[in-house]
Structure formats: C-alpha cells, structure tokens
C-alpha cells in the first residue's frame, strides 16, 4: 500500500473509532495529528530501531526501513495506541506480549505528553519463549519473533520514555490476577491462540475501570476475541492495519462501558 493511501485510511478508521466512543469528530484525530508533527518523537523511536538494526537485518520490517520519518509506516495499531492514550489519560496501562516494544513506544510517548500513568508490560524472555511459547504459536508467526536472548523485552524503547515503563517478565495468566489497581486500557498482544486469549480477557475484564478498553491484536489469528464479545453480549469495533501489506482485520476493540454492550444479549 503506498504510504499516501495509509494516512487516508488511518484518517477514516481514526473517524470510527470517534464515533464508536461518541466523541466530537476530530477528538482522536488532533493527536493523529499531533504524532505526524511529532518529528522528536518519531526521530528518537527511529534512532533506537537503527542502533538495534543487526537485530535482523535479514527479515523485512522496521529494522530494514530505519530511518523512519514518517509515522504511516508503523501502520495504524500504533498510531491508535498512542491517540488512545492521549485521549483517554490513563493511570495504568497493562500490555502483554511486549516483542521488541514496537507498541509500547507509542504508548509511552503519549504518557509523556500525559505528564501521568504507567505502562506495566508483561512477557517472557526470548529463552523460556523458546521453550513454553513457540510450538503453540499460530503458524504465521514462524520464527519472526525469535531474537537473541542479549535481547531483554521492549529492547528498542528509548531511555528518553523509560521512566512511566515497567518490564514483568513472566506469564500473564500468573501475573494479571495479582494486579489490585483498576487497569483503564489493556493491550493484548502476546499468544494470539483462542483459549490465550479468552484467559486474558477474562481476567482483566472485572478489572477494566468504567471507560476501560482492551485492544486486542491479530484477532485474525484465532476465534478467541470474537468468542469473549459474543459469550459477554459486547459491541466490539474491528479494524484493518493499513501500515501492511493488505487490509485484513486485526484489530479489536472493546469498551467495558459500552452503551450497546448488552443490546443483543439472550436470556435463557
């Protein structure tokens, strides 16, 4: 997809989501805007992904198009997470399934410019995913996401947006269940298997404040979101990521306050 055609893209999915939320029109899109103009932003993700280029300089992706000036090539979860952020002003964000924390630094530039609210982000390191996580995953994955084990997860956030940035290394499934404080935006982006992800969104749902969204990803990969929306009479929006290479949907969201949640429910 020429670049051009991402960011009219991005501009109406930003449209749906304003009006999925009812939201002014133009509430999400300001800091679509705000991120475009971003250049110091945008440049220190970019110098961080460059420094980090011997990660994988055989595959395609960010770390063969570094230098990135332009932020329609990290497609549209990204920018959505950031406006999110910045829209919503959270106190905790939770993620799971951190990678080489692509998503985080978007999220942590829009704490910073929150001036409030953490990101605690869970996953395991690249050795034990090695040997608990690999062989269940989605075939489409591959071997995309092995990396060295030098590398820690988030390994590309710069030290400029560490600050609001926790790491928990181990399993969601142990670590969300302990969290006490009121979670208002999750962010599942680790196993994308059915029975993984109805496990994390059931877990954080009660846990969800009243405005709370989760944002799920590659909901594609599996029946597991579509499964938690319907068994819990949701009303969910679906997106395309129109920074690749076709427009499939991949991104899910649901809001724990949802003013049509409900309206299809059956009782029995």
Known sequence: MEISESRINNGYAIASVEQWL????????????????????????????????????????LFNRAPIENVDWYGLQRILLYCF????????????????????VFVLGALRKNKKGKLMAID???????????????????????????YEPG?????LLRDRFELVIGDSLTILPTISSKIDFF???SEHTLLHVLAELNLVWDKLSDEGIAFVDDIDWSNGFYSFTTTNSLYPLL?????????RIRTGLIQKSHRFNNLLRVTR
């Open 124 to 150: 395991y390191p690249q050795n034990r995913m090695n040997k608990v996580a690999l062989d269940s995953r989605h075939p489409w994955v591959g071997e995309t996401e092995v990396y060295p084990e030098k």
């Open 85 to 104: 952020v910045r829209q919503l002003k959270p106190e905790l964000v939770i993620e799971t399934g951190v990678y080489y924390g692509g998503n985080s």
């Open 22 to 61: 009812d939201l002014d029109s133009g509430s999400l899109e300001k800091y679509y805007v705000e991120l475009i103009n971003d250049k110091q932003l945008l440049a220190t993700i970019s110098d961080t992904i460059v420094e980090n280029k011997n990660y994988k300089e055989e595959l395609p992706g």
């Open 155 to 159: 390994f590309i956030i710069p030290e």
């Open 239 to 247: 997106l395309t990521d129109n920074g690749k290479d076709n427009l």
């Open 187 to 189: 962010i599942h982006d």
